[in-house]
């Protein structure tokens, strides 16, 4: 079997796994009272979505394993870095979630107790990767070809490349589809360049990302009937940086994950500015997929857009390669 096909086969069964998956969880989450509470000082418009069930992330989660691991079984591949990356953050927005629907606000864990979890697990997955021989200290530069050693500096780069890339997806997810289309994307992009370099693991786990995301964008499209919640945000942003850790390519999450990189950093400037100023605003709300709600976007065209602006940014990485 061409490693072309099994990257098929592995998008087809998570698609459908999630696509079905979704639709027999969605009366489980809502006999359980797994609800999204949404925040009061967000836009107002979001305030109807309050109480449409959460945590369908576990779905994406299951989809993902699933596929993987019944093609890795029949192609013999064992070598599962990035799967467990994103079953380790999946776990801690898990834990965030349902502290939060337990207490019945949209508030889980405290910061402080979610970044020591998402440091503890950076720390350890760096270690392990640099480490290791099938990854390395090395990183592909983009433009040119060629890739550097970073011997002992790899290790605080990739911790801080983990932390930011998963809470950065996190902040992505704040509209219908807008985190799984945009990350069905980006991980395409990492797919594809692991089937150029012959990566069959990596193939395989960015197939099943991929199909995930787009099983699960037939419910969680405008308007959405489930939420992906934390589980679903952090598992997909420790999806994405595992692959790149895994194809050496760290670096380009910062042009094909671009929105990735807008979302996150609207929220530091938006801090930064406001104390700068003594409480004046850059944008009319952080991440700045709500300042263009505030403008008037309807909530359908900025995921439009945010996915065109998405699909260039691909097409650029794809030519920095």
């Not at 093609?71 to 776990?91: D, E, I």
């Not at 950076?122 to 530069?141: F, R, V």
């Not at 919640?229 to 850790?245: H, N």
Request: aromatic residues 14%; glycine residues 10%.
């Amino acid at each position: 079997m061409t490693l072309l096909k099994q990257g098929m086969i592995t998008f087809l069964i998570a698609f459908v796994a999630v696509w079905i998956g979704t639709k027999y969880f969605l009366p489980v989450l809502k006999k359980w009272h797994f609800g999204q509470s949404i925040r009061e000082e967000g836009p107002q418009s979001h305030l109807k979505k309050s109480g449409t069930p959460t945590m369908g992330g576990l779905v994406i989660q299951a989809g993902v394993i699933l596929a993987t691991l019944i093609v890795a079984l029949v192609t013999g591949s064992h070598f599962l870095f990035p799967l467990v990356v994103m079953v380790v953050f999946g776990t801690i927005g898990f834990i965030d979630d349902y502290i939060s629907i337990a207490k019945k606000h949209n508030l889980g864990l405290r910061a402080w107790q979610k970044l020591v979890l998402q440091f503890v697990a950076a720390l350890a997955i760096a270690l392990y990767a640099g480490m290791h021989p099938q990854i390395g200290t090395e990183l592909i530069i983009p433009f040119t070809h060629s890739t550097v050693d970073l011997g002992f500096w790899y290790y605080p780069l990739t911790f801080f490349a983990i932390v930011a890339v998963t809470n950065a997806v996190n902040l992505t997810d704040g509209l219908d589809g807008l985190a799984s289309g945009v990350t069905a994307f980006v991980m395409f992009f990492f797919t594809a360049a692991a089937l150029m370099s012959e990566n069959a693991e990596s193939v395989i786990f960015g197939a099943a990302v991929v199909g995930a995301c787009f099983g699960f964008l037939r419910h969680n499209s405008n308007p959405a009937d489930v939420f992906m919640g934390d589980t679903g945000s952090m598992a997909l942003g420790g999806a994405v940086i595992g692959i790149a850790i895994m194809l050496k390519m760290e670096l380009f999450v910062l042009i094909a994950g671009i929105i990735y990189v807008a979302e996150a950093g609207s929220v530091l400037l938006q801090v930064a500015y406001f104390k700068a100023t003594g409480g004046k605003r850059l944008f009319r709300m952080s991440p700045i997929h709500h300042h263009f709600e505030l403008k008037g976007w309807p909530e359908t065209r900025v995921v439009t857009v945010f996915w065109i602006v998405t699909l260039f940014w691909v097409a650029v990485a794809f030519l920095a390669m």
